[in-house]
């Protein structure tokens, strides 16, 4: 999820007004899909991401224009809308990238994301393994499925405030969706399938004792403090080295601590060089070989 700044709108019909920190995408990051041949792997893969971005006939709201305009845009397009993902095309880019690198680089490991909301990511994650014929990596999905956990109040003020706000409490109903939708999304795309495996239930819970041996990729997108921390503590030990950590909200300074979560976990860890922007809010690392 993605927000920046504090903004008032007035919903048109309802006369509700409400104060919502929402997304301001700077598409910045140059993919190699820019300079890329059309050879039917890039063309299948250019494809799946208009379908899960719904960006065939649709475009993608503009982060750059009018922020009233952006925020019924994102909401029309995204909550209420067909798109299976509310990743940016960008930010797609920069996961196939991440993933092309550790199969070309044999990097071993499967992927994660943490933070799936309608799996749009997660299948977007299958349909590279797919498209590259790669049968010995697992695709791990794991949500609560009931949405974004209720944030520390003495710990987590701004986390606090946006969750019990109108926009996320009630226009993006805590980003909860249930694991039969995700399931079916993963089915009508064709990915439905044993190198897909799902992790339901809080992170702190299920992430300390998933069967998982090995990654290589590990996308976090967890939103909050808690969230993040909790990722990282379970999964950046399994990760290989040459692997990549995404973190979709570090950019996020309004109201999430993402980024203070990511920033203390390095520090501890000794983490050293600096994280790679995709855009205003995501950023990656690659993990030292
Ligand atoms: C912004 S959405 C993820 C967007 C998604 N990556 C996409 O491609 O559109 C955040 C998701 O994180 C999940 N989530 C956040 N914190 C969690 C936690 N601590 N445990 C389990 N699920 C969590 C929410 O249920 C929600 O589905």
């Not at 998933?210 to 403090?225: E, F, N, T, W």
């Amino acid at each position: 999820m993605c927000s920046s700044d504090l903004i008032t709108f007035v919903a048109q019909g309802r006369h509700l007004r409400v104060t919502v920190k929402m997304p301001r995408f700077e598409q910045t990051y140059m993919s190699k899909q820019q300079f890329q041949r059309p050879t039917p792997v890039n063309l299948y893969l250019e494809l799946l991401k208009s379908s899960l971005t719904d960006t065939l006939f649709n475009r993608e709201p503009n982060a750059d224009g009018s922020q009233d305009r952006f925020i019924l845009d994102f909401a029309k397009h995204y909550i209420q809308g067909l798109a299976i993902t509310m990743l940016p095309r960008c930010r797609l880019d920069n996961l196939e990238e991440c993933v092309e690198s550790v199969i070309q680089n044999k990097v071993p490991g499967d992927l994660i994301e943490t933070g799936v909301w309608r799996g749009g990511a997660t299948i977007f994650m299958r349909g590279v393994l797919k498209a590259y014929e790669v049968k010995d990596r697992t695709v791990w999905v794991a949500d609560s499925f009931e949405g974004l956990p209720k944030p520390d109040e003495k710990e987590c003020p701004l986390e606090v405030k946006a969750h019990a706000g109108p926009v996320m409490s009630k226009l993006f109903n805590h980003l909860a969706v249930g694991i039969e939708d995700v399931k079916k999304n993963f089915a009508a795309y064709g990915m439905a399938d044993k190198q897909v495996r799902f992790l339901k239930g809080w992170f702190k819970d299920t992430l300390p004792s998933a069967p998982i041996k090995q990654l290589a990729v590990m996308r976090l997108d967890g939103d909050y403090y808690e969230s993040t921390r909790d990722a990282l503590q379970n999964l950046y030990h399994r990760l290989s080295p040459g692997g990549y950590v995404i973190i979709d909200d570090y950019g996020e300074k309004t109201w999430t601590y993402c980024r203070k979560a990511v920033d203390e976990f390095r520090k501890a860890q000794k983490i050293p060089g600096r994280l790679t922007r995709v855009d205003s809010k995501c950023y990656y690392w690659q993990k030292q070989k």
